[in-house]
């Protein structure tokens, strides 16, 4: 069972949109957890990953303890992979996100060579999982699906704060901040990179795909404005 089941976007958008997890089974395999996952993590890199990270600090577009009015002029955007593998000091979750095919199956074949030991998982269109596992001769152990939001749709945001919010699998990157961005970009106060960045600071499991958060930002820009609320 993985968080990140529930993001929102159609088809076309979520074929640039993969995460794969490495997770150690408390009490199982998890006594050299930290030294896997720090692995993990260092292999993830070469194949181009588009933000990385630890479940429980964060990707590597991370929150910073000193804030002022100052921010927005002097704050450090770039991402930082190697405080992220650094960090890592316990046994948890570890993630790795790809913005393409290519690059994701490239490295589940990697780690299907390497043989952590740990559960690797893989949250992505199911087709493509699929796909993946059969190109890099993996039996696959199990699926799981999302049946979407059900009810009252009428009652939710826009789509694309939808697709924003829901790129954190934990829900702490809210509605009002994502149409927050969305706003911003759309009256020239922040370039869609910008905006997706701040994005993924908020998102604590660090499964945020800032780059598929910046097309759908830029895409939100070129919207007539009848069309964008």
């Known amino acids: 069972m993985t968080h ?35 692995e993990f993590l260092r292999r993830a890199l070469k194949h181009g990953p588009v933000n990385l990270g630890d479940a429980k600090k ?12 100052s921010v927005h002029w002097r704050r450090e955007t ?6 992220v593998i650094d960090g890592v000091d316990a046994s948890g979750i570890v993630a790795a996100v790809f913005d393409s095919y290519e690059a994701m199956a490239s490295f589940v074949r990697e780690l299907r060579e390497l043989d ?24 696959r ?3 799981e699906y999302s049946l ?22 934990h829900g702490t990157i809210s509605f009002a901040l994502a149409g927050k961005m969305l706003e911003r ?10 905006a997706a960045r701040t994005l993924a600071r908020f998102c604590v499991c660090s499964i945020f795909n800032p780059a598929r958060a910046e ?11 009848s069309e964008a609320g």
């Not at 970009?185 to 910008?194: G, K, L, N, S, Y």
């Not at 097309?215 to 404005?225: C, G, N, S, V």
């Open 4 to 38: 990140s089941l529930h993001r929102f976007g159609r088809r076309e958008d979520l074929t640039g949109d993969y995460i794969v997890f490495a997770m150690p089974a408390r009490g199982l395999n998890d006594a050299d957890a930290v030294v896997k996952e720090k």
């Open 58 to 69: 964060g990707g590597w577009y991370q929150p910073q303890k000193e804030l002022g009015p």
């Open 78 to 83: 770039s991402p930082d992979p190697q405080g």
């Open 116 to 139: 952590l030991g740990v559960s690797i998982n893989i949250s992505a269109l199911a087709d493509r999982a699929a796909q993946c596992c059969q190109e890099c001769d993996i039996t």
């Open 141 to 143: 152990h199990s699926v």
């Open 148 to 169: 979407g939001f059900l009810g009252r749709t009428d009652k939710l945001p826009q789509k694309e704060v939808l697709e924003l919010s829901t790129m954190c699998g």
């Open 185 to 194: 970009v759309r009256c020239d106060r922040q370039t869609p990179e910008e």
């Open 215 to 225: 097309k759908i930002l830029a895409e939100t820009r070129r919207l007539p404005e």
